[in-house]
């Protein structure tokens, strides 16, 4: 399979505070991640040193460039954008382009333009003319002409109402998105990306807790709604999570569901945010868990 990620052993440290933790994964091409994980769980941390950002200490592998020693070789094919919401308020939309031709070396102008003709924002306003949801026109025109073949997002819709987070990435699928290029995604807005993602990785304590496609969770995962009289039984069945919803008791078994878990109540594929909640937990079964 053709990775264009490869980490292992990454640790990044803050002085005494471990910020990530040993973590290994891949990414193959043609794939939406979303990184999940509670505020301070790392994903920032873990971002910016596959970006060398900061000091670690491991092994990551982009496009079969170093971070620390090929940053600039590397920064060819890979797009990091920290949060869409910020560009220079002062900066001419115009200029803002031409800029961007000499900040980045796959970033096509004409393209650019061409997406930008499609909107009503005037090319000779200034950032701080436009609105929010102009803003987000412009950055995604912007994000969608660089021919990159990895996109790292560190919550990109922060700030953003929901049309405009949803325009956002709608542009992300449609425009961007093919199979040779992959995007990393770092959200706390798990229920928005659910359904536009391929795979998952959640991150909790600075430990990689989960990282598996969607498909193969809806069979590693398996939710049951049940009535009192089941409760004794579920519960000696030692489900990974259990939690009360609309009213009833609901448990979440991560491969040691009983068999006959069908007759003990009604059973329901298990959302990521629920998922996210019971992989987050401090006293959380890894050994199940993760692969
Ligand atoms: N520059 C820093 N110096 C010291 N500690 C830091 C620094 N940056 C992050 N940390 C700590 O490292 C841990 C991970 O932080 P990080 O920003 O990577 O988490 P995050 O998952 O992106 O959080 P959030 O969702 O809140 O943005 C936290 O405990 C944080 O306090």
Redesign the pocket.
Known sequence: MNHLVKVSELT?Q??A????KQVAFELPAGRIIGLL????????????AMMGL?PFQGKIDILGFDPKTQREAMLEHVCYIPDVAILPPWIVVADLLELMVGLHPKFKLELAQQKLARTIIPLDAKVKQLSRGMIVQLHLAIISAIDAKLMIL??PTLGLDIPARKAFYDMLVNDWCTDERTVLI?T?QVDEIENLLSDVMM?NH?ELVLHDSISNLEERFIGVRYGLDAAAQIEAAAPLHRFRQMGGECAIFAGNAPANLAELGQIFRVELADLFVALAQPSMEKEHATN
């Open positions: 990044v803050y002085g505070k471990s910020a990530v994980g509670s505020n301070g769980a790392g994903k920032t941390s873990l971002m910016q900061i560190d919550e770092a706390h991150i600075g």
